[in-house]
């Protein structure tokens, strides 16, 4: 069965960087993409950004450009990412997703079951 | 703010038929998918392109689209149905960015 697997819970400081990982199983790695959404608090869902598990091709959203990189590792069928100089607004729940398209698509039919990352100083 | 527009709360009464909406103008071009996400639990996705359902969702949830608007149907809901909905697709861009609406949080009477 398709599974996708997250690190554990993090706590950062204001200006850190955080890398979440992402291991996915059950199912060909470089068949789909990987999109990161986020969730803060008792807020809304983020879309974070998109990565081809086939090419390593990204798509980030606008205001995480220049402080987020997504990778792949096929070897491994895990996906990463990093978030650079962490805002205490950055505090959320991370998830990964796989994406049924071959491009960034809306559709993410399994998930992660987040990481929580805290940002305090 | 988002470019999706989702009612922040929507109720039903148990049984009946509820339509949640979401509107912007890339849905004009691209097509809508549906998330139910319950409390502390990762999202879940009930609908999907023109009106697709995953495997396992049940075919009382429904899809469909007219002009700027996408719309989840859920006919004669369920108790278990209480949850939060969320419309994703494409942003107005053209550069492939994805986007979320605000969000609805359905309550079953």
């Known amino acids: 069965q398709v599974q996708l697997v997250q690190s554990g819970a993090e706590v950062k400081k204001p200006g850190a960087s955080v890398k979440v990982s992402c291991k996915a199983s059950?199912?060909?790695?470089?068949?789909?993409?990987i999109s990161w959404v986020r969730q803060a608090p008792g807020q809304g869902l983020e879309w974070m950004g998109w990565?081809?598990?086939?090419?390593?091709?990204?798509n980030y959203a606008q205001k995480l450009q220049g402080r987020v990189t997504m990778t792949t590792d096929t070897s491994t069928s895990t996906a990463y990412m990093e978030l650079r100089s962490l805002r205490s607004d950055d505090t959320a729940v991370y998830y990964c997703?796989?994406?049924?398209?071959?491009?960034?698509?809306?559709?993410?039919?399994?998930w992660g079951q987040g990481t929580l990352v805290t940002v305090s100083s | 703010s988002s470019e999706l527009t989702q009612d922040p709360a929507v109720s039903v009464a148990l049984g009946q038929t509820v339509r949640i909406t979401c509107q912007g103008d890339?849905?004009?071009?691209?097509?809508a998918s549906w998330y139910q996400q319950k409390p502390g639990q990762a999202p879940v996705l009930v609908i999907y392109?023109?009106?697709n359902r995953p495997s396992g969702i049940p075919d009382r949830f429904s899809g469909s689209s007219s002009g700027n608007t996408a719309s989840l149907t859920i006919t004669g809901a369920q108790a278990e149905d209480e949850a939060d909905y969320y419309c994703?697709?494409?942003?107005?861009?053209?550069?492939?960015?994805?986007?979320f609406g605000g969000g609805t949080k359905l309550t079953v009477l």
């Open positions: 997703a796989r994406d049924l398209g071959w491009e960034p698509s809306a559709d993410f039919d399994y």
């Open positions: 059950g199912y060909t790695f470089t068949s789909y993409g």
């Open positions: 990565i081809s598990a086939y090419n390593g091709n990204t």
């Open positions: 890339s849905l004009r071009s691209y097509y």
């Open positions: 392109g023109k009106n």
């Open positions: 994703n697709s494409r942003d107005s861009s053209g550069n492939h960015l994805g986007v």
